[in-house]
T-cell receptor, first 116, second 117 residues
Framework: DAGVIQSPRHEVTEMGQEVTLRCKPISGHNSLFWYRQTMMRGLELLIYFNNNVPIDDSGMPEDRFSAKMPNASFSTLKIQPSEPRDSAVYFC??????????????FGAGTRLSVL | AQKITQTQPGMFVQEKEAVTLDCTYDTSDQSYGLFWYKQPSSGEMIFLIYQGSYDEQNATEGRYSLNFQKARKSANLVISASQLGDSAMYFCAMREGWYFGNEKLTFGTGTRLTIIP
């Protein structure tokens, strides 16, 4: 079974450039999450969607960050313009949300972003 | 206050020994879930085990078990018969409340486990 697929795995860009990270969730999952991992702040939730609708974007750092989920099988996280402090590993995760509380989130391999 | 506290930044354990990774949590919700994830050096996050706040039995998944002490608000991960492949970062996480719009996981800072041959 295919897991959560993220692309690219590594991204190196220069300050001021636009960066787009992509995610394909596990087929059949209806919730999708974007997390960021840094040494200073650890793992933090940026935004999550349920049935393609953004539910909680309180973790999005600022207006430079935007996320979309145009359909059930694809999501993007865009940073424009990028800054060196955006350097981090960005994870996408998905889960199947039903009436049961468990709702395990399965993570992709992550995108390591370096902004020079 | 920290929602999830992992007090052991690093641990070294002899191969084949059992290891306990500590996790304490802070919540006022009666309904919550506790999760453990493993992050090997390759970077991916791997789900290991889940415990719900109303679960009466401690969760077990193969060599992993969760020592859930609700009154003490602790959810320690126990790995039996450790293997070299268990060397990784381990994160404890919590989801508070089982209502729509609250699927956020809050993670601890992690424990780096190194298994010594």
């Amino acid at each position: 079974d295919a897991g959560v697929i993220q692309s690219p795995r590594h991204e190196v860009t220069e300050m001021g450039q636009e960066v787009t990270l992509r995610c394909k969730p596990i087929s059949g999952h209806n919730s999708l999450f974007w997390y960021r991992q840094t040494m200073m702040r650890g793992l933090e939730l940026l935004i999550y969607f349920n049935n393609n609708v953004p539910i909680d974007d309180s973790g999005m750092p600022e207006d430079r960050f935007s996320a979309k989920m145009p359909n059930a099988s694809f999501s993007t996280l865009k940073i424009q313009p990028s800054e060196p402090r955006d350097s981090a590993v960005y994870f996408c995760a998905s889960s199947f949300r039903d009436t049961v509380a468990k709702n395990i989130q399965y993570f992709g391999a992550g995108t390591r972003l370096s902004v020079l | 206050a920290q929602k999830i506290t992992q007090t052991q930044p690093g641990m070294f354990v002899q191969e084949k020994e059992a290891v306990t990774l500590d996790c304490t949590y802070d919540t006022s919700d009666q309904s919550y879930g506790l999760f453990w994830y493993k992050q090997p050096s390759s970077g991916e996050m791997i789900f290991l085990i889940y415990q719900g706040s109303y679960d009466e039995q401690n969760a077990t998944e193969g060599r992993y078990s969760l020592n859930f002490q609700k009154a003490r608000k602790s959810a320690n991960l126990v790995i039996s018969a450790s293997q070299l492949g268990d060397s990784a970062m381990y994160f404890c996480a919590m989801r508070e409340g089982w209502y729509f719009g609250n699927e956020k996981l809050t993670f601890g800072t992690g424990t780096r486990l190194t298994i010594i041959p």
